[in-house]
């Protein structure tokens, strides 16, 4: 069967909505976030005509890479059911559309960013950009089941942008956001795989819990959590934060192992009864969220 995702360049019939799904905008939540908070937590105040500036080219250069991203998979995203309503896939726009969206988007928001803020804030935007489309999307997604782990580092970006706005430089506790970030997302990415292994499996990702299986994957998300939660803990470890941020992320990342402990046992192989991996995917986001919040918190006070 034919897939809708092709459609002949000129075959318009999206609606502003469906330009907004291309930007992926709950995934870009996170990543907005994640860069307001490095931007807050710089030892440097900015304005707040380029804080706001800052965070805008963040979110649009996020949406350019989740447009490009849908361009490219438009065919992956045409047979896994969690993708087939996106606009490409059901039809509602043509790939040449897509694609000059994204990097229409890509570009003003790097060019925007290097002429309102600095050069080296849109340097590392552009990196992620094409870190997210050409490293992960492309090149790894297809072809290995690390893809998660190399290509994790294009969402770890945002707190380095934001830090380096505000100061023109990159630090100590900035490098430690990113790692915690490319850190994070193999557990956070392969806990999901679990129940939705069957849309990776017949897209042909070589997704870990395709390719190596559950048991292997559950020991990984483990494995990954580990490390994760040393790097959460090392700014207070070096004197980077204050008590707030060391006794919430000590009681945050708890609750982290503790999840990822019962993943590892877990011997559960109904998607639909997987509870323990849906509740460590869903805490995945809040942890986040919760962490790089109460850094802010802690900065602001200290």
């Known amino acids: 069967m034919a897939s809708k995702a092709y459609l002949p360049a000129g075959t318009i019939t999206a609606e502003w909505r469906d330009f907004l799904a291309l930007t992926k905008p709950r995934v870009m939540t996170l990543v907005v976030f994640t860069g307001l908070c490095g931007l807050l937590a ?9 804080g706001f500036t800052t965070v805008l080219c963040i979110a649009l250069g996020a949406g350019a890479a989740g447009a490009l991203n849908q361009w490219y998979e438009a065919d992956i995203d045409a047979v896994m059911r969690r993708t087939a309503g996106r606009p490409l896939p059901a039809g509602r726009m043509d790939r ?3 694609l000059h969206f994204g990097v229409g988007l890509g570009a003003f928001s790097v060019i925007l960013l290097g002429l309102a803020v600095n ?29 998660i782990v190399i290509g994790g580092a294009a969402g770890a970006f945002p707190p ?21 970030v490319f850190l994070w ?25 395709v390719v190596a299986g559950p048991k292997a994957t559950r020991t990984q998300v483990f494995l990954y959590t580990l490390p994760m939660v040393a790097v959460a ?33 877990s011997r559960e192989i109904d ?13 995945s986001i809040l942890y986040l969220f919760a962490l790089f919040g109460v850094l802010v918190a802690d900065r602001m006070i200290g």
């Open 185 to 209: 997302t193999p557990p956070h990415f392969w806990s999901l795989s679990l129940f939705v292994r069957s849309d990776y499996a017949a897209a042909g990702v070589p997704m870990m819990s």
């Open 233 to 265: 803990m090392a700014p207070w470890a070096l004197g980077l934060t204050g008590a707030i941020y060391g006794v919430s992320a000590l009681g945050l990342n708890a609750i982290f192992l503790l999840f990822a402990a019962q993943v590892a046992v």
């Open 96 to 98: 040449q559309s897509a």
């Open 119 to 147: 050069l080296l804030s849109a340097a590392i935007l552009a990196a992620s950009i094409l870190f997210y489309v050409l490293i992960y999307t492309v090149w790894l997604k297809r072809r290995t089941p690390q893809n």
């Open 160 to 180: 380095l942008i934001g830090w380096a706005a505000a100061t023109g430089r990159i630090e100590v506790l900035p490098v430690l956001l990113f790692a915690l």
């Open 271 to 283: 998607p639909a009864a997987m509870k323990v991996e849906r509740r460590l995917f869903a805490y």
């Open 42 to 50: 710089a030892p440097q105040s900015i304005h707040p005509v380029l």
